[in-house]
């Protein structure tokens, strides 16, 4: 069992930079593949990055790249978002999500709002 809390979301201007983590208790965080997703209103939740257990492979969303990172700390129990040269289309929810086989884990979500 794994519990996923994220922080780090809050208002900020365009082109400003926020950056999310998630804290996950439980056992074995180093073997889940990670990752951030977000849903914004009226729009189906997309993936926007993940990371594998060892953080050797990472992937993103191509309207991101460039512009977020996704890192992960197993001694900390923790997986970041790096998100700079914000706009307001990633107004959104994100949430972690922990996996491994079919078995997977969400966080309650954390507001990221981009705006003037």
């Known amino acids: 069992q794994v519990q996923l809390v994220e922080s780090g979301g809050g208002l900020v201007q365009p082109g400003g930079s926020l950056r999310l983590s998630c804290a996950a208790s439980g056992s074995s965080f180093s073997i889940y593949y990670m990752g951030w997703y977000r849903q914004a209103p009226g729009k189906q939740r997309e993936l926007v990055a993940d990371i594998s257990s060892s953080s050797s492979v990472t992937g993103y969303l191509d309207s991101v790249k460039g512009r977020f990172t996704i890192s992960r700390d197993n001694a900390k129990n923790t997986v970041y978002l790096q998100m700079n040269s914000l706009k307001p289309e990633d107004t959104a929810v994100y949430y972690c999500?922990?996996?491994?086989?079919?078995?997977?884990?969400w966080g309650q979500g954390t507001q990221v709002t981009v705006s003037s």
């Open positions: 999500n922990a996996k491994i086989g079919f078995t997977e884990y």
